[in-house]
């Protein structure tokens, strides 16, 4: 089963800044958003940032702190954290979308990695 990877999670402080990476398998085609979701403790899974075509989204709470961008010659999700909040603290998941046809979507996603933010 075709899975992401998600890597670069880890122990942060207060302030600091981490930058997680997915690996996008090349076989997953027809791909229509790529994004960041995230479950904190004792909350269910929330968008962070998608990127749909060229255009990307924030969750309030991340604006101006968080930066999604792709490096598509190597199938590369990034987010950028900075100035992380303990409230970041949560396991991050990367999301593709693909479509399968013109009314049909199909989710992939990774393990997760985890983001603690702790002083």
């Known amino acids: 089963q075709v899975q992401l990877v998600e890597s670069g999670g880890g122990l942060v402080q207060p302030g600091g800044s981490l930058r997680l990476s997915c690996k996008v398998p090349?076989?997953?085609?027809?791909?229509?958003?790529l994004g960041w979701y995230r479950q904190a403790p004792r909350s269910l899974r929330d968008v962070v940032a998608t990127i749909t075509g060229t255009e990307k989204s924030y969750s309030g709470s991340v604006k101006g702190r968080f930066a999604i961008s792709r490096d598509n010659a190597n199938s590369i999700l990034y987010l950028q954290m900075n100035s992380l909040k303990p409230d970041d603290t949560a396991v991050y998941y990367c999301?593709?979308?693909?479509?399968?046809?013109?009314?049909?979507?199909?989710?992939?996603w990774g393990p997760g990695t985890q983001v603690t933010v702790s002083s």
């Open positions: 090349r076989n997953i085609f027809n791909i229509t958003s």
């Open positions: 999301n593709a979308v693909s479509r399968i046809s013109s009314n049909r979507y199909t989710n992939y």
